[in-house]
């Protein structure tokens, strides 16, 4: 579509992942890529660039387009009338403007209002917590999700945790996005997503895959990184320390890795661990442990939180919110409920040590339903007094991404949020929290959201 036509690039902002995607694409389509302004057919500059700084020598006829042109070209696959996407040529007015506004140049359609702000001046628009997650997003970019995936999870089990954070944010942006993604800036324009990132998202679409994936996720130190990690109870350190001293498989840890007893688990449990379940297998664990608890006291009641709650069609483990009264004395309540659901062996292993004063409050652990035809699964049980009701089943409900983002959030305006409460007031030294200020009334989730000024997301909303 873009026989004959010549493409000058001028450099001002453009990244060299961003260029290398369109000089290809503009190559792919016949078009001709060329290092001089005076003999294109069009010059393609960023739209965010200083046009004051860009030479006089551009500003002839009406060939200085911004770079959303080309990609609309692309995305739509024709030459696609360009008046709308001139860049001017920057005026006296902006000259004489003020600093704020002499800074980025202006297409004719374009628009100078930061997408950062709401109306009230506020950024809660730029954290995950303020927008809804779409339910089977997945599905309208797959393969852009499954390669970004790929490199957080080998990132993730090399220790990497920033690099893995930050594809983690953009595959978050992209299932928020919930269209398909097309062009650079579909991708770019979304909120924590930077040009590095976008270049990758655009090589999946113009390749297939990432030459990225291909050279971290397919060595042997990746495989049996990989491998290691997927053991619960072995984190990424864990993981390389066993490969550099030579383990490769599951059976050379069982014999030399020294394990530790939840790591032995891990193995013993392995691929049942890897297999998800379904939400009615869920609910059936659940119901057990909701009658052993109605068993110590009748007062007491149950939620599923996880990814359960957030509408999940498969879960990986199982997490059960038991509830108290606020007059009812924790103690025992924990320990009386597993000794219930032990001595029908439903819960097979510990994954934790119970604390002998009875106090515990968090049980990790193993049960297994009965018949053979189940299979061992991962189960959490945390009892919380009713006061903290509303921040502990929003915290134990997640998603992991959306619970930072919000407590972040909270942060900005002098708050704290754990699962226990929320704080306003909060005085902080850098990280550190010097006054608790006060606690907030919290009866329910929607509460947190009215004190945080967000608009409420119910839990399927949630699943970042």
Same mark, same amino acid.
């Given at each position: 579509?873009?026989?004959?036509?010549?493409?000058?690039?001028?450099?001002?902002?453009?990244?060299?992942?961003?260029?290398?995607?369109?000089?290809?694409?503009?190559?792919?389509?016949?078009?001709? /890529?060329?290092?001089?302004?005076?003999?294109?057919?069009?010059?393609?500059?960023?739209?965010?660039?200083?046009?004051?700084?860009?030479?006089?020598?551009?500003?002839?006829?009406?060939?200085?387009?911004?770079?959303?042109?080309?990609?609309?070209?692309?995305?739509?696959?024709?030459?696609?009338?360009?008046?709308?996407?001139?860049?001017? @040529?920057?005026?006296?007015?902006?000259?004489?403007?003020?600093?704020?506004?002499? $800074?980025?140049?202006?297409?004719?359609?374009?628009?100078?209002?930061?997408?950062?702000?709401?109306?009230?001046?506020?950024?809660?628009?730029?954290?995950?917590?303020?927008?809804?997650?779409?339910?089977?997003?997945?599905?309208?970019?797959?393969?852009?999700?499954?390669?970004?995936?790929?490199?957080?999870?080998?990132?993730?089990?090399?220790?990497?945790?920033?690099?893995?954070?930050?594809?983690?944010?953009?595959?978050?942006?992209?299932?928020?996005?919930?269209?398909?993604?097309?062009?650079?800036?579909?991708?770019?324009?979304?909120?924590? /997503? $930077?040009?590095?990132?976008?270049?990758?998202?655009?090589?999946?679409?113009?390749? $297939?895959?990432?030459?990225?994936?291909?050279?971290?996720?397919?060595?042997?130190?990746?495989?049996?990184?990989?491998?290691?990690?997927?053991?619960?109870?072995?984190?990424?350190?864990?993981?390389?320390?066993?490969?550099?001293?030579?383990?490769?498989?599951?059976?050379?840890?069982?014999?030399?890795?020294?394990?530790? @007893?939840?790591?032995?688990?891990?193995?013993?449990?392995?691929?049942?661990?890897?297999?998800?379940?379904?939400?009615?297998? /869920?609910?059936?664990?659940?119901?057990?442990?909701?009658?052993?608890?109605?068993?110590?006291?009748?007062?007491?009641?149950?939620?599923?939180?996880?990814?359960?709650?957030?509408?999940?069609?498969?879960?990986?483990? /199982?997490?059960?919110?038991?509830?108290?009264?606020?007059?009812?004395?924790?103690?025992?309540?924990?320990?009386?409920?597993?000794?219930?659901?032990?001595?029908?062996?439903?819960?097979?292993?510990?994954?934790?040590?119970?604390?002998?004063?009875?106090?515990?409050?968090?049980?990790?652990?193993?049960?297994?339903?009965? $018949?053979?035809?189940?299979?061992?699964?991962?189960?959490?049980?945390?009892?919380?007094?009713?006061?903290?009701?509303?921040?502990?089943?929003?915290?134990?409900?997640?998603?992991?991404?959306?619970?930072?983002?919000?407590?972040?959030?909270?942060?900005?305006?002098?708050?704290?949020?754990?699962?226990?409460?929320?704080?306003?007031?909060?005085?902080?030294?850098?990280?550190?929290?010097?006054?608790?200020?006060?606690?907030?009334?919290?009866?329910?989730?929607?509460?947190?959201?009215?004190?945080?000024?967000?608009?409420?997301?119910?839990?399927?909303?949630?699943?970042?």
């Amino acid at each position: 579509m873009f026989s004959g036509i010549k493409f000058y690039f001028h450099p001002a902002k453009f990244s060299k992942g961003r260029l290398n995607v369109f000089t290809t694409q503009v190559k792919n389509h016949c078009g001709i /890529v060329v290092e001089s302004s005076e003999e294109a057919t069009y010059v393609i500059v960023e739209e965010s660039c200083d046009t004051l700084s860009l030479p006089t020598s551009l500003w002839h006829e009406d060939r200085v387009l911004g770079s959303v042109w080309l990609s609309k070209c692309l995305k739509e696959k024709l030459v696609v009338e360009f008046q709308q996407f001139r860049i001017t @040529k920057p005026s006296l007015k902006r000259l004489t403007s003020s600093p704020e506004s002499a $800074g980025a140049g202006t297409s004719e359609s374009g628009s100078n209002k930061s997408p950062d702000y709401d109306s009230r001046g506020q950024t809660s628009k730029k954290y995950a917590c303020s927008q809804p997650s779409l339910k089977n997003s997945e599905a309208c970019n797959a393969a852009v999700l499954d390669q970004l995936q790929k490199l957080a999870d080998v990132y993730r089990a090399r220790g990497d945790q920033w690099r893995a954070h930050g594809y983690e944010k953009a595959i978050s942006a992209i299932r928020r996005h919930g269209k398909e993604i097309t062009s650079f800036e579909d991708v770019a324009s979304l909120e924590g /997503v $930077g040009c590095k990132m976008a270049a990758k998202v655009m090589e999946v679409i113009t390749t $297939g895959s990432l030459r990225k994936v291909e050279e971290l996720c397919t060595t042997e130190e990746s495989r049996v990184v990989d491998l290691f990690s997927n053991i619960w109870g072995a984190g990424p350190s864990a993981a390389h320390t066993w490969y550099t001293k030579g383990y490769r498989s599951l059976e050379d840890l069982i014999k030399n890795g020294n394990l530790t @007893k939840q790591q032995q688990i891990g193995i013993k449990y392995y691929n049942e661990f890897l297999d998800r379940m379904s939400r009615k297998e /869920v609910e059936e664990i659940g119901q057990k442990v909701t009658e052993s608890a109605k068993e110590v006291n009748s007062s007491l009641t149950t939620m599923l939180c996880g990814s359960y709650r957030r509408g999940k069609q498969t879960c990986g483990d /199982v997490d059960v919110v038991v509830l108290k009264p606020q007059q009812l004395n924790s103690k025992q309540i924990l320990t009386s409920i597993l000794s219930r659901l032990k001595d029908t062996v439903f819960i097979t292993d510990d994954l934790v040590s119970l604390e002998k004063n009875g106090n515990q409050r968090k049980y990790l652990g193993v049960c297994k339903l009965p $018949g053979d035809e189940h299979k061992h699964r991962r189960l959490d049980i945390f009892v919380v007094p009713q006061t903290e009701s509303a921040c502990a089943i929003m915290h134990y409900t997640g998603s992991a991404l959306f619970n930072r983002s919000i407590r972040l959030l909270a942060q900005t305006k002098n708050m704290h949020l754990s699962e226990h409460r929320l704080c306003a007031g909060v005085v902080r030294q850098g990280k550190e929290i010097v006054d608790e200020g006060q606690v907030l009334s919290t009866p329910t989730e929607e509460s947190i959201f009215k004190h945080l000024d967000l608009e409420y997301r119910p839990p399927e909303e949630r699943d970042h």
